[in-house]
């Protein structure tokens, strides 16, 4: 081996390198170019003008589906009522009162037509001038929905009769006023 460490000590020996380092150009630093710095800046402000525009058009859009709730709880509404009035209008005193005002009678014993074969089946006798049934008497059941209705052939009469028979009728079915405090059933 120790003809190797000959050869290695034949070698020429390195240089050592110094310690600090040096940059290899030495000058004058660049500026950054201004059109960089405009281009940046133009982004940050397209992005924000962009960002807000959305918050805008957003904001509109609850207020307008807020306007369109409160339109459709309306309509909602009225279609409720005029549900109602139909429902009143096709009720069976509604219906009695009209046929009664026309001059229409209840038949006790009806009469009808069968289509199948053209047979008459009932008494085949005409009603009487008269209904058998009151059907707009006091044991009638009242309807609250056509009380103000007018009826067809009179539109200053509704169910309950003409304006100033109703009023009576009101005037004598109120109770009596409580001065003394609540009344009390007699017992024994």
């Given at each position: 081996?120790s003809?190797a460490?000959?050869?290695?000590?034949?070698?020429p020996a390195?240089?050592e390198?110094?310690?600090?380092?040096?940059?290899?150009a030495?000058?004058?630093r660049?500026?950054?170019?201004?059109?960089?710095?405009?281009?940046?800046?133009?982004?940050a402000?397209a992005?924000?003008?962009?960002?807000m525009?959305l918050?805008i058009?957003?904001?509109?859009a609850?207020?307008?589906?807020?306007?369109l709730?409160a339109?459709q709880?309306?309509?909602?509404?009225?279609k409720q009522?005029l549900?109602?009035?139909?429902?009143g209008?096709?009720?069976p005193?509604y219906l009695?009162?009209?046929?009664?005002?026309?001059?229409?009678?209840?038949?006790?014993?009806?009469?009808?037509?069968r289509?199948?074969?053209?047979?008459?089946?009932?008494?085949k006798?005409?009603?009487?001038?008269?209904?058998?049934?009151?059907?707009?008497?006091?044991s009638?059941?009242?309807?609250a929905?056509?009380?103000?209705?007018?009826?067809?052939?009179?539109?200053?009469?509704?169910?309950?009769?003409?304006p100033?028979?109703a009023a009576t009728?009101?005037?004598?079915t109120?109770?009596p006023?409580?001065?003394?405090?609540?009344?009390?059933?007699?017992?024994?």
């Amino acid at each position: 081996m120790s003809a190797a460490n000959e050869a290695l000590a034949a070698l020429p020996a390195r240089q050592e390198r110094p310690r600090h380092l040096w940059p290899a150009a030495q000058g004058r630093r660049r500026r950054p170019r201004l059109a960089y710095a405009v281009i940046a800046v133009a982004g940050a402000l397209a992005i924000l003008a962009a960002q807000m525009g959305l918050s805008i058009a957003a904001t509109e859009a609850s207020f307008r589906v807020s306007e369109l709730t409160a339109q459709q709880r309306e309509l909602t509404w009225q279609k409720q009522e005029l549900y109602d009035q139909v429902a009143g209008l096709s009720s069976p005193q509604y219906l009695a009162a009209n046929a009664a005002s026309l001059g229409m009678v209840i038949n006790q014993s009806p009469t009808y037509l069968r289509l199948s074969d053209g047979k008459i089946i009932g008494s085949k006798k005409a009603a009487g001038y008269q209904s058998s049934v009151n059907a707009l008497g006091k044991s009638a059941v009242s309807n609250a929905l056509v009380e103000d209705t007018p009826l067809i052939t009179d539109p200053d009469a509704t169910i309950a009769g003409a304006p100033e028979e109703a009023a009576t009728e009101t005037a004598d079915t109120l109770p009596p006023p409580i001065t003394d405090g609540l009344p009390t059933p007699n017992t024994r």
